[in-house]
């Protein structure tokens, strides 16, 4: 016999399944800003300016940022697998 199931019994099922996905999109999108940002930097495209690259401030801001990014997203993981933690032990 098949379950019966109604969109309202899913929502919390598919929220909880779609929140981590959202977490590493929002990582995704800041990494790529990041990116764009390095890449367009004056630093990185004057000529002549490769062998500097470790040196420049853009690549300093590129390294924070992604390291920021990640720490944020990892936070986050952590922080929603404690809740569900919480949600299933008495």
């Not at 019994?9 to 999108?29: C, D, G, I, W």
């Not at 000529?47 to 940022?65: D, H, M, T, V």
């Not at 936070?75 to 933690?85: I, Q, R, T, W, Y």
């Amino acid at each position: 016999m098949p379950i019966k199931t109604t969109s309202a019994s899913l929502q919390p099922v598919l929220a909880a399944s779609l929140a981590p996905l959202e977490k590493l999109t929002r990582l995704t999108q800041a990494n790529l800003d990041l990116l764009t940002r390095f890449s367009h930097s004056d630093e990185i495209s004057a000529p002549g300016q490769l062998p500097n690259l470790l040196q420049s401030k853009a690549f300093n801001e590129l390294s924070q940022g992604i390291i920021k990014n990640y720490s944020e997203f990892v936070s986050e993981l952590g922080k929603d697998g404690v809740a569900a933690l919480a949600k299933v032990q008495p």
